[in-house]
């Protein structure tokens, strides 16, 4: 017999508003469901050790933006990068993370933006004040090249 796994849904949470995530919530996938968007929060760099990861998913697409952001955004930053695909264009590329992005915008309409439902971005933290990133963010931009999901704040 194969294993059996019991209560797989209880690292599940949706978010419905502005939210600090905690050192706990490592593991955790969190769907994002606001049309109006909002701010997410990653613990501060000195509460979190090596391998804290976390993913966010787009369960309803903001026309505001869904932000997640660094704790100190002057310190802090995402590292890595991502895959994005136009849902009119058809189109996909990779976009990189510049030295000190700490912020990342799922937004629907803005341009050079991605963030539609399905979109999701896995971050992990590496080292001290570099959190990894990678995902598959979805644009209904025919010409996206997702530059802005990611910005130096």
């Known amino acids: 017999m194969g294993r059996v796994f019991f209560n797989t849904v209880e690292n599940v949470d949706t978010l419905k508003a502005a939210y600090t995530v905690v050192p706990s919530d490592s593991g955790k996938t969190f769907m994002l469901d606001l049309a109006a968007g909002f701010v997410v929060t990653l613990p501060a760099d000195a509460t979190t050790d090596i391998g804290w990861n976390c993913r966010f ?23 890595g990068g991502f895959s994005v695909a136009s849902t009119t264009a058809g189109f996909g590329h990779a976009v990189l993370a510049a030295a000190n992005d700490s912020q990342i915008a799922f937004d629907a309409n803005l341009a050079n ?41």
Request: with cysteine; proline share 2%; glycine share 10%.
């Open 57 to 79: 998913y787009v369960k309803t697409a903001a026309d505001d933006a869904y932000l997640i952001k660094c704790q100190n955004v002057s310190g802090d930053q995402y590292v």
């Open 113 to 153: 933006g991605a963030g539609e439902p399905g979109s999701y971005m896995d971050i992990v933290k590496i080292a001290a004040n570099n959190y990894a990133i990678s995902g598959f963010m979805i644009s209904d931009d025919a010409d996206s090249t997702g530059a802005a999901v990611l910005s130096n704040i």
